[in-house]
């Protein structure tokens, strides 16, 4: 009897985990009339693809318009402006699982789906940050595109000269012409090529860790980082997290 | 180097904020909101005053430093006003927060704007502060005796600018820039599809042209540029595009007083046009594909027109630049108006950055905003801050000092302060101020503007998408525009600023919000009084 109760109850746990966590079951499983990534993928530019992916951020709500990070187990899809009341914006938590009608489109090299309409599923999956450090600069990394990734142990290096001509870790924009709270663009460095990285200030605004974080920089630091792969004319990640290299 | 493509974020539907937090702010101050301005005799020094300056930029560092360098100097001359810089890139996001902050009754004192927006602003009774009794004051106005700075004279602001801001019988706004749009072109190309670059443009030439460069190899490079991408015609400001075809065409757009002509026979011969070569690839805009200069520069693109305020970013050689330097393509970059097609009459949009004062209950503090705002156009703002793009001097003053004469001179002397195509661009305009214009400004002008771009994105974006574009797809197309601006609502559209004095009977919606603030403030008013009076009880009860 004991072992019949041991067996119930391990079976529940087992049933219990699957629902918890990334959730990582139900972002295997497609319904009807919708893509899989590598369709998606597939898709020609200007086309309708219909997905279903899952929210792991949100960067703006404007004008009942929502810009989002989504992804599932397979791959990262960037939703650009989709219609969205302020009342569902709000349900859109991180892990929500949306089916996303639209068109594929590309912005200066940033693949995404536009002129979309969404409805909410039933479902959870948050992605964990995948580390393409090794990938940085190589013809591979696109195919991250969009994911919630990470860097690790990438040099800080100088993003240009404050008005005295000293060299700065950070800029207020990506010149400089730009004020606290605008986007942060930073430079970091492995293997001897440096990239640009950005605090998207929508996603991150000055108030967030990471916002914080870029500020205390200092040139020669060694640092972690996570966020997402966007591009703009070349890869340009969207960070969400830094820390000191472990 | 990276210029964002943003927009906003979280800010209330603009529509539910024009319907109903404009009458209910102008209400905070009483039905007719503040009092109207009126000149103080003297600017009280005792006194310090902070004011805040909404400015934008065009993501270009001088340009802020420049903004900044004019405020320590004001500061120094008036050591009683601080003045606290707030910066933009967009206009649009600068109309957006007036707007937010017009309900808080925290505008800003001194903007950055478009007449356009001062059309919507004006709404607000006594929000925007007429600059005509400022400007003609004796002390303060233009050549006043009691200005620390020397100012332009009376007749020196250009007149067609000055004109720009005026409407409703009032100046509301004084030029601080102007722009128009230019035409970049890669005439290297141009040359090897076999044609020679006019001076003036035409739009057959253009499309001819570009439909010439769509050309391909059996691999799908294309022969002009042996690469796998090329859109030979992208256009950044798709409402500037309808707005001037239309203008040149004769065709109607809006009247003085906000009639909407837009959706008309042209507009829809002029779409099966763009339909045409959007179908081709040979056309695409930047909210489409993306900034024009990216793929100029990359060889990807002949004819870009953009602001020439944009024309750092134009050419091989720009100081500023979004790609990377394995991408940029050695061409030899021409600059010539937009498209025309009467060449004998060219026409294009003038533009660039207007400045309003917002009125406040402390008019010594909207002198003081005063005296900050006609400080930019001293000659040392407008030379400084004209040479960081393609912009001109709005003050004749400026114009025909030795010291911008001397940089018009020096064309190509470097690829830096003396750039040759930012240097032809601004002789451009210059050259043609006369064949500029701009569109009628009422309440919804801003809206209608944003129309004529989309309609264009539309079109581009269906035919991209395969759909047919025909007059059943026109027809939808005038409907869904019609509804999503708002231009429905009536035989004109919203309130011409010369009929704001008269604003007739509020919303009724705005009736019940205001009504239903009194009540709050009654119950709160009460609760105060009974609490008063208990504390007043007890207190005697105890003696």
Redesign the interface.
Known sequence: MKKLALLLLAGALAVLCAGCGNGSGDADKKSEGVMTYEEYVAADL???VVVETYVQAK??????KATLYTQDKDGAYFIY?MACSEEDYEKLTQGTKIKVTG?K?E??GEVEII?ATFEIEDGKYVAEAKDVTSQLGSDDLIKSQNQFVSFKGMTVEAAGQD?AGNDVAYLY???????DG??L?FNVSKDGNTY?F?V?S?LCDKDTDVYVAVKALNIGDTIDMEGFLYW???V?PHITSVKAAK | MMRARKKGKRILFLCLFLCFCLPAAAGCHGHKGLEPFVVPEDFDESKQYEITFWAKNDTNKTQTRIYEQAIADFEELYPNITVNLRLYTDYGRIYNDVITNIATNTTPNVCITYPDHIATYLTGVNLVVPLEGLAEDPQYGFGGSGLRYDGPGPDEVIPKFMEEGAFGGHDYALPYMRSTEACYINKTYVEKLGYTLPDVLTWDFVWEVSEAAMAQDAEGNFLVNGQKVMIPFIYKSTDNMMIQLLRQRGAGYSTEDGEILIFNDTTEELLYTIAEHAKSGAFSTFKISSYPANFLNAGQCIFAVDSTAGATWMGTHAPLSDISEEKLVEFETAVRPVPQFDTAHPQMISQGPSVCIFNKEDPQEVLASWLFAQYLLTDEVQIAYAQTEGYVPVTTAARESAEYQDYLSRSGEDNELYYEVKLTATELLLNSTEDTFVTPVFNGSASLRDAAGQMIENTVKSTRRGETIDEGYMEELYRDITALYRLDTGEKNGLSASEKADLGPMPLMSVLLLAGIAVVWALMLLYVAVGAARRSFRQKNRK
Do not use: F, P, R, V
């Open positions: 200007e086309s309708q960067q703006a709500w404007w004008e009942d402006d068109y489109a912005w200066s002129d008005d924009k990506w010149d400089g012409s730009g004020q605008d986007d663009y640009t950005t998207e929508y703009y004319e070349g340009n």
